[in-house]
């Protein structure tokens, strides 16, 4: 999910974060396999970091929209460093977020190593 692409939004952060809120209680509520309720239900993880990005339509055949950069790069490793059920966002998004929504609750989870990244400190 993106928030603030082609629309200037000052509570972007604060949008984005009650996506991810909303994502895992939808998530938390699907059952895995409806004829056997026994298995529980879908469970995900979610990772999210503010930035600029560049857009482009991909493809001939079916083209797509999609976006690159440093920005959507860095939010698949908030994600991947997640934990099942989980929210993890970088600092900046954190600090955004703080400015955006101070009632929001923010733990930071310390500096950890991210790929590609070096040593970040995050938050949950």
């Known amino acids: 999910a993106v928030t603030n692409l082609v629309k200037d939004q000052p ?8 996506f991810a ?11 895995i396999d ?3 309720l026994s298995l529980g239900c879908v469970e995900i993880r979610v990772g999210f ?16 929209y999609c976006l690159f ?18 929210i993890h966002c970088s600092e ?3 600090n955004l977020l703080y400015r955006q929504c101070p009632e929001m609750p ?6 950890i190593p991210i790929k ?5 400190q995050t938050f949950w």
């Not at 590609?116 to 970040?120: A, L, P, R, T």
């Open 116 to 120: 590609g990244k070096g040593q970040m």
């Open 49 to 64: 970091h503010s930035g600029s990005v560049v857009a482009n339509v991909v493809g001939r055949v079916n083209p797509r």
């Open 34 to 36: 409806i004829e056997n």
């Open 21 to 31: 809120i909303d994502a895992i209680r939808a998530a938390n509520e699907t059952p």
């Open 92 to 94: 900046k998004s954190a």
């Open 69 to 86: 950069g440093d920005t959507v790069n860095t939010a698949s490793r908030m994600e991947s460093n997640s934990e099942t059920n989980r």
């Open 11 to 18: 509570d972007h952060t604060v949008r984005i974060a009650n």
């Open 106 to 111: 923010l733990v930071c989870r310390g500096v």
